[in-house]
């Protein structure tokens, strides 16, 4: 898995936990264990979730004798070098075991339409939520996008 930096990827949502996790992931398949972390640990130490994952990077380097698994000049990240021509990346990269949910949808319990009802003077739309009797809607920046009069000029 591949995260963006930037500019919807980690930094900018402050969820660094996907990076401990993907860490931790990595030393517990070196180690053959599992974790469990408590939510909010910071509260009992500062930094508490980054102390545990370094180290249990540094034990999982030291038992399996991989040195690259914890490097002490950027812990929890590794070296990349280019295929092509050898050359290191510039950045370290975090190299890891991630644990991704899938989030099932049923189409049956989200899809609503109607064929009369109330609509909205402004964009012509039906009024929002279903306790109103309404249907899906399009953003006003969309209404907008469509209605914009070099429209016809655009091509797919």
Known sequence: MV??????????????????????????????????????????????????????LYEASKQTANPWVFEPEYPGKSRFFDGRTGDPFEQ???IGKPYILKFIHQVDDKIHGRSSGHYALVTQQPLRGRSKHASQRIPTSGVNAISHPFLSRVSP
């Open 92 to 94: 370290p990269v975090i």
């Open 3 to 56: 995260f963006n930096p930037y500019p919807l990827g980690v930094p900018s949502r402050m969820n660094v936990g996907q990076i401990f996790e993907c860490s931790l992931g990595l030393a517990g398949s070196l180690l053959d264990r599992h974790y469990r972390i408590a939510p909010f640990d910071e509260r009992y130490e500062q930094e508490a979730s980054r102390k545990r994952v370094f180290s249990e």
